[in-house]
């Protein structure tokens, strides 16, 4: 299922990918020295899949967003564009797939507040052409693309990470010289000290200092992304799984596949959100019978294939695949003039 309007990545281009990975901020030496190559091919090989919209790095607000759900869009015939185009504008809104059957699109969404929450639903609910929303909010997030790494890891060098999970404090506000920081990086989560010096009016020693502990206390986060169809994986497959017992256990055993994107507790009959990628329909398949033999209690809800990604982690993603601009970005409380 490979798309003319995309390439598949080199050997070399993958490993460049999985050690920013790893730590999107290592420096192009570390790289380097991780694939068996010099800092200046490893920074070149980078530069080539960011021009091409196939890989990019980004830093997003963690603790601040206290919220996190996941919202399945019916649309109405004629509308799916306009719908899916002011979707995606809203800031609080990182994600965004076009799936089949009857909810064509679907969306997470992280917020400060639940208040904010329900000006997002009410907003989109009133959007010409929305047939019906079904939200459902996460208690949980176990694994998400943030501690993805492609195939070619060895399983056993796989973990859960840290996910998500709500405080019960009021989220950390950044300070103004955190924010023009945090803006900067959400475009560029390498943008190297000098850079960030120049556009926060922060030395470039403080901020050398303050970054690393803004990210160790949770406050901002960093992520290395890359497209799907750009190493093979054309498919993604979004799934509702309900169990009475086990889901601990089962959750954490599909945390560690290589196909697995997310692995969210959230709310309703069927508490397991689950998110893959996979290269074909019949993949999808063997991964939902590996679910329902973790135990026999397991009752899978639904299944949606994702035929795109429209959103992910501040950038747009246009039909081969590749980004094609930087989304709107900010602490999800705007709503822009196409959702007011």
């Known amino acids: 299922m ?130 019906q929303v079904r939200s459902q909010l996460s208690r949980r997030v176990l694994q998400d693309g943030a501690q993805w790494l492609p195939d070619t890891v060895p399983p056993v060098e796989r973990s859960t990470g840290h996910g998500w999970q709500p405080t019960h404090t009021a989220p950390t506000l950044p300070s103004a010289r955190e924010w023009d920081a945090y803006r900067v990086l959400a475009t560029n989560g390498r943008t190297s000290y000098i850079d960030l010096a120049r556009s926060t009016g922060l030395s470039e020693r403080t901020l050398r200092r303050r ?66 990628w996979v290269r074909s329909t019949a993949h999808g398949a063997e991964l939902l019978e590996r679910i329902s033999a973790l135990d026999p209690s397991v009752r899978i809800a639904t299944v949606n294939f994702s035929l795109r990604s429209l959103k992910r982690s501040y950038r747009f993603i246009g039909p081969s695949g590749a980004v094609t601009g930087i989304a709107p970005f900010g602490d999800g409380t705007e709503l822009p003039e196409v959702l007011s």
């Not at 169990?243 to 055993?253: E, Y």
């Open 2 to 131: 490979q798309d003319s309007g995309h390439r598949a990545l080199s050997e070399r281009e993958l490993e460049v990918v999985t050690a920013l990975q790893r730590d999107p901020r290592a420096s192009w030496a570390t790289v380097g020295e991780l694939i068996g190559t010099n800092a200046t091919t490893a920074s070149r090989i980078w530069q080539r899949l960011e021009h091409a919209g196939l890989a990019w790095t980004s830093v997003y607000l963690a603790n601040y967003v206290n919220v996190i759900g996941y919202i399945w869009v019916s649309v109405e015939p004629g509308h799916l564009e306009q719908v899916a185009t002011a979707l995606a504008l809203h800031t609080g809104i990182f994600w965004m797939e076009r799936l089949d059957g009857d909810a064509q699109l679907f969306a997470g969404f992280g917020a400060p507040t639940v208040h904010v929450v329900e000006t997002l639903l009410t907003a989109v609910e009133m959007l010409p052409g929305v047939r």
């Open 211 to 276: 970054l690393p502990a803004l990210l160790e206390r949770g406050l901002l986060a960093s992520r290395c992304d890359v497209v799907r169809e750009s190493i093979g994986l054309p498919l993604g497959m979004i799934v509702t799984v309900d169990m009475q017992r086990g889901w601990q256990t089962a959750a954490s055993v599909i945390a560690r596949w290589s196909a697995t994107r997310l692995v969210a507790l959230i709310s309703g009959d069927a508490p397991l959100l689950l998110h893959f």
